[in-house]
């Protein structure tokens, strides 16, 4: 049987999972948008979401646990997020069954610079996997959250912080 990290206050996470049998989980881009609704709804009341991307059959976050919450409130907060994701996306491929692996992975990130290290694993996740060439490609990472100036529940300033300024941020995520 496989341990899991437990979800504890003030820790940060690496979460990911991947469709069931490898099917994806995202067929068009209204998948990929109500996903990221549900999950801005369902995890920003328990952790600090630093960095994020989905892939069509599998998916990253990089996450803090927020100080109030506790390993209870934030695994429940994670199933409610795959139970809505998962009805609303059964209903609409008119299928059955679990759509997610049983249980989402989770490791604790224990320094700075394996935090600094997931951001960048998480972000070039897709160029790694062959969907796209470079990480600015890919539209559905928080790269272009961090980037913008636009209103995100991305914890922008503090992921800038990590790379000391916006201009290191986007060196450090050349992949040439």
Known sequence: MEKYDLLEPDRYYHIYNQGNDGINLFQNEDNYLFFLQKFEKYISPVAKIYSYALMPNHFHFLVLIKSDSNEKLASQAFANLFNSYAKAYNKQQKRSGSLFRRKFRRKRINNQNQLINTVLYIHNNPVKHGYCEHTVQYPWTSYHD?????????????VLELFEDRNNFIYCHKTD
Not at 146 to 158: E, G, L, N, P, Y
């Open 146 to 158: 961090v980037i913008s100036k636009d209103d995100t529940f991305i914890q922008r300033s503090r």
